[in-house]
């Protein structure tokens, strides 16, 4: 199974955007098979599903987060991204990256990278 | 809006079964909603346990169960151990491209 793990920044000031990569070893994000998608937990909270994004660059998003959200695939460097703008404290949570497949199935998982939002 | 629902909590003693359940707030849950399961303990990744309704991911043992009862999904866990005490979150897919949680469940074993 691939292996996948998140970067990016661990504080973002509210107001601004969230950015965070997902890079994934062992496999191709450029597979016909998967999409790679992120999701969020809010410390304490349960988990929230926030968009997938085909080879293609196709994506789909949750609903109540569109119009903040853009996931995008880079496949010449075997990794996908995760933007979020307009962040409130309400943002702050960890996310995860995994592979979306079978319609609803996540695996293999990221670690998680917790993002706070706060000025 | 249709949520997905899921017992908040819920207790079994060390060697018995527990069925979670995993629910709509309109509608029935089917095998096209290609329900899947996660065990999620703190401060780790959630473990994926179970995808389409009944398909066990690599690794993990047959005590685990996922079925479609009474217009929910629903995981069974068989001979309950301690390490089985952790939070079980289901996902369904309700098409167009759009996968929802539920609210997830706490399993306590004791």
């Known amino acids: 199974q691939p292996q996948l793990q998140e970067s990016g920044p661990g504080l973002v000031k509210p107001s601004e955007t969230l950015s965070l990569t997902c890079t994934v070893s062992?496999?191709?994000?450029?597979?016909?098979?998967?999409?790679w998608g992120w999701v969020r937990q809010p410390p304490g909270k349960g988990l929230e599903w926030i968009g997938s994004?085909?080879?293609?660059?196709?994506?789909y998003y949750n609903p109540s987060l569109k119009g903040r959200v853009t996931i995008f695939i880079d496949t010449s460097n075997n990794q996908f991204s995760l933007e979020l703008n307009s962040v409130t404290a309400a943002d702050t949570a960890v996310f995860y990256c995994?592979?979306?497949?079978?319609?609803?199935?996540?695996?293999?998982w990221g670690q998680g990278t917790l993002v706070t939002v706060s000025s | 809006q249709t949520v997905v629902t899921q017992e908040p909590s819920f207790s079994v003693s060390p060697g018995g079964t527990v069925t979670l359940t995993c629910g709509l707030t309109?509608?029935?849950?089917?095998?096209?909603?290609?329900p899947s399961w996660y065990q999620q303990t703190p401060g780790q990744a959630p473990r994926t346990l179970i995808y389409?309704?009944?398909s066990r991911s690599s690794g993990v043992p047959d005590r685990f169960f996922g079925s479609i009862l009474e217009n929910k999904a629903a995981l069974t866990i068989t001979g309950a151990q301690a390490d089985d005490e952790a939070d079980y979150y289901c996902?369904?897919?309700?098409?167009?491209?759009?996968?929802?949680f539920g609210g997830g469940t706490k399993l306590t074993v004791l």
């Open positions: 995994a592979r979306h497949y079978q319609h609803s199935m996540f695996y293999p």
């Open positions: 062992g496999g191709s994000v450029s597979s016909s098979s998967y999409y």
């Open positions: 994004v085909y080879y293609t660059g196709a994506t």
């Open positions: 309109s509608g029935s849950v089917s095998s096209t909603n290609y």
């Open positions: 389409n309704t009944n």
């Open positions: 996902v369904l897919y309700m098409g167009s491209g759009i996968s929802v």
